[in-house]
């Protein structure tokens, strides 16, 4: 009996795309403030999606990808293996070494989204995105064993293993959002701006469990010769979930949007600034009908700092038809290789959890709280000459491990890049998983399409990875107009340093 671990992914970021002058509605999810004074007038994203997760615990160390293994485009003399399990075919390599373990799966896609520039000082945004994701932290590792190797494993066998403990949850949610951006500050070569995002949050599905205090053994199936179950000696802890038919009741009706259909909704919030040093600002100004204005084609700093907090907030189960929740203290559970037999639907699989346990139903509570990622966001981007730029990037989770949350683990990136108004390249270096590990990395955007991964290993075979991931999207960018005929109306620069040319007059 096995419970399964995937494969660890890791991602999250579209660190090769979001310092991307031309990243669009995609960096305003890194930095509200990037919506405003963008190279664009109006940006419309079609769609586009990433897929992450991170991990601790298992390497692949299969002669082919894992790419190749989901999609079964596999070498002949290994397609007997195919629906073996991973362990099973030797093909994911553990970690051990008594530490706890976390891994982290999941992805996004972002739907229909447009970013629109009003004017020189103002621009809004509004974005779609549906986001999924399991998460487990603090698994202690003969927990985390147990799932990967299930009951069959010798080394597990008929030991009593005490003080196990974990976090883990599973999560899916709709997200609408509006952002509005606006220039605080524009003082020839310094340059401010902020912007702020509301959300309204859709819950579309929540499982989450908490282990505080649990003991297993693997024994013996009474009912099945040759076959080994599991003994929960112990659980103390938490569980709840929300019921499939939360799932199936998605629509787009007032009633679904406003939490009353929904097993619940909520509200999050991003906010942040952004600082632009530019030296060379009389280079991009001009006069236009009698006012002086920049030119909103070009890049004009040597370099910019963004900071933002993001995914403030959390989503309210409290529906009582779908949402379900447990205090469990519970002994001497067993669970055999045919408890889940035939379980062909989520329902089905947590209505037998919730037998095996013996939770009763009279003190079922009908209300819990998911928070958000939230994270704390720093990029930095330089620029070394004409269009090609250094940035780099900082995500901090402010999340603890304990959470009853999706999670965004931390990392620190740095990308070099070319980029134009058509096409761009950029390495990202990454180091992700909380910094324990070290990514290389590569996006591309050719016109409206882009298509990145932040660990080239992990697509392939290189090293043992133990992540990988994958993030493309398409778009119809409208970009903004320059001055008719800058030829006659820049300030050229002039003998006298600054303080003269400051007071030149206009």
């Not at 660890?8 to 090769?16: D, E, F, K, N």
């Not at 340059?191 to 599905?205: D, E, M, P, Q």
């Not at 942040?272 to 060379?280: A, L, N």
């Not at 779908?322 to 037999?341: C, E, G, P, Q, S």
Request: net charge positive.
């Amino acid at each position: 009996m096995g419970l399964g671990l995937a494969l660890p992914v890791a991602g999250q970021y579209l660190t090769g795309i979001v310092n991307s002058n031309y990243a669009g509605t995609q960096s305003v999810y890194r930095h509200p403030s990037e919506v405003v004074d963008s190279r664009y007038r109006l940006y419309l994203n079609l769609a586009s999606f990433d897929l992450y997760a991170a991990n601790n615990y298992v390497r692949w160390v299969a002669p082919f990808s894992f790419p190749r293994y989901l999609t079964g485009n596999i070498p002949n003399q290994y397609r007997a293996e195919r629906g073996r399990s991973l362990r099973q075919t030797g093909y994911m390599e553990e970690q051990l070494n008594g530490r706890d373990k976390r891994i982290s799966i999941g992805g996004e896609v972002r739907g229909p989204s447009a970013l629109v520039n009003l004017n020189d000082r103002f621009a809004v945004a509004g974005m779609t995105r549906i986001r999924t994701g399991i998460s487990m932290r603090q698994v202690s590792e003969e927990m985390a064993r147990l799932m990967l190797n299930g009951t069959q494993i010798l080394e597990q066998q008929r030991k009593v293993f005490e003080n196990q403990s974990g976090y883990a949850n599973l999560n899916a949610y709709g997200e609408l959002a509006g952002t509005f951006g606006a220039v605080l500050l524009d003082n020839d070569d310094r340059f401010w701006k902020a912007g702020l995002t509301v959300k309204r949050l859709i819950g579309l599905y929540n499982t989450h469990m908490v282990v505080n205090d649990g003991a297993h053994e693997i024994v013996r199936d009474p009912n099945q010769i040759g076959f080994q179950a599991l003994m929960i000696r112990k659980f103390n802890g938490v569980y709840g979930y929300t019921s499939q038919g939360a799932f199936e009741s998605a629509g787009l009706s007032p009633a679904w949007l406003l939490g009353g259909r929904s097993a619940g909704g909520g509200w999050g919030f991003d906010l942040g600034m952004t600082y632009e040093y530019r030296p060379e600002i009389r280079k991009y100004t001009y006069r236009e009908k009698g006012e002086l204005r920049r030119d909103p084609t070009k890049n004009k700093y040597l370099y910019k700092i963004s900071a933002s907090l993001v995914d403030i907030g959390g989503i309210r189960y409290r529906n009582a038809g779908y949402v379900n929740l447990y205090d469990v203290d519970a002994a001497n559970k067993l669970i055999t290789n045919t408890t889940f037999r035939d379980a062909k639907s989520p329902d089905e699989i947590q209505n037998r959890i919730v037998d095996v346990l013996d939770l009763n139903p009279a003190q079922k509570r009908t209300s819990f709280r998911s928070g958000l990622p939230t994270a704390l966001n720093v990029s930095v981007d330089y620029r070394v000459q004409e269009k090609v730029y250094l940035g780099g990037l900082w995500t901090q989770s402010l999340k603890p491990a304990q959470s009853v949350a999706m999670m965004v683990p931390s990392m620190v990136a740095v990308v070099p890049r070319w980029e134009s108004r058509w096409v761009e390249l950029a390495v990202p270096f990454t180091l992700q998983d909380n910094y324990t590990l070290f990514t290389v990395g590569l996006a591309a955007r050719l016109g409206p399409v882009f298509i990145g991964t932040d660990h080239l290993g992990g697509l392939t075979t290189i090293g043992k990875p133990r992540g990988a991931n994958l993030y493309a999207g398409a778009a119809i960018p409208l970009f903004r107009k320059g001055p008719v005929n800058p030829n006659k109306c820049f300030f050229p620069p002039q003998e006298g340093g600054y303080w003269k040319r400051f007071g030149r007059r206009r």
